[in-house]
Nanobody
Framework: QVQLGESGGGLVQAGGSLRLSCAASGRTSSNYAMGWFRQAPGKEREFVAAISGSGGVTRYADSVKGRFTISRDNAKNTVYLQLNSLKPEDTAVYYC?????????????????WGQGTQVTVSS
């Protein structure tokens, strides 16, 4: 079993930045694909960013491309999401996910483990 714990969320003004972290523990593999998803009130969970097991391939939702950056430190079993130029529409609970695959995964159903989420609120 793999446990994921997100941190780094908070309240920020539009245009500001946050850095989310997701630490994996348990029977982890440093080669697992990792991803970030978000869910705003009244909306479905949506894909934000993903990174392959090696870290060499990344994918982003069009809505965050150029503003968010996903990265990972396999030695620390941690994945990061840097959020820059935040907008009020980025307000959501952000979830980290891990998939038993080495390739980049963009579909939520391909992930095997999920964290509890961290709240990001962007004020206008």
């Amino acid at each position: 079993q793999v446990q994921l714990g997100e941190s780094g969320g908070g309240l920020v003004q539009a245009g500001g930045s946050l850095r989310l972290s997701c630490a994996a523990s348990g029977r982890t593999s440093s080669n697992y694909a990792m991803g970030w998803f978000r869910q705003a009130p009244g909306k479905e969970r949506e894909f934000v960013a993903a990174i392959s097991g090696s870290g060499g391939v990344t994918r982003y939702a069009d809505s965050v491309k150029g503003r968010f950056t996903i990265s990972r430190d396999n030695a620390k079993n941690t994945v990061y999401l840097q959020l820059n130029s935040l907008k009020p529409e980025d307000t959501a609970v952000y979830y980290c996910a891990a998939g038993r695959n080495t390739i980049v995964l963009v579909t939520a159903t391909r992930y095997n483990y999920w964290g509890q989420g961290t709240q990001v609120t962007v004020s206008s």
